[in-house]
Nanobody
Framework: QVQLVESGGGLAQPGGSLRLSCVIT????????MAWYRQAPDKQRELVAVIAKGGNTSYSAEVEGRVTISRENQNNNIVYLQMNHLRPQDPGIYYCNVVLVASDHHFWGQGTQVTVSS
């Protein structure tokens, strides 16, 4: 059973930084793509950043240049989201996501809250 556990959310000031982590446990097939999504209040969950097993990344236009997604594939499966220059529109619940390429099956974490306020 694949499980995802996020951490690293919290309160940051505008212009500040946060680093989110997601530890993925269980028998995870090699062909997978990891991603972070955000769900702001009263809005749909939206893709923030995605990273393939080989390291190719893609970002939403809203976070491009401010956010970096990375992953560890060796001893542990971990995906990170480094968020810099936080803006008032960045808050929400950030969810870690893993997609299995062969089946398009999605796994989700429970989410971690990000708040940006002075």
């Amino acid at each position: 059973q694949v499980q995802l556990v996020e951490s690293g959310g919290g309160l940051a000031q505008p212009g500040g930084s946060l680093r989110l982590s997601c530890v993925i446990t269980g028998n995870l097939p090699n062909r997978n793509v990891m991603a972070w999504y955000r769900q702001a209040p009263d809005k749909q969950r939206e893709l923030v950043a995605v990273i393939a097993k080989g390291g190719n990344t893609s970002y939403s236009a809203e976070v491009e240049g401010r956010v970096t997604i990375s992953r560890e594939n060796q001893n542990n499966n971990i995906v990170y989201l480094q968020m810099n220059h936080l803006r008032p529109q960045d808050p929400g619940i950030y969810y870690c996501n893993v997609v299995l390429v062969a089946s398009d099956h999605h796994f989700w974490g429970q989410g971690t809250q990000v708040t940006v306020s002075s």
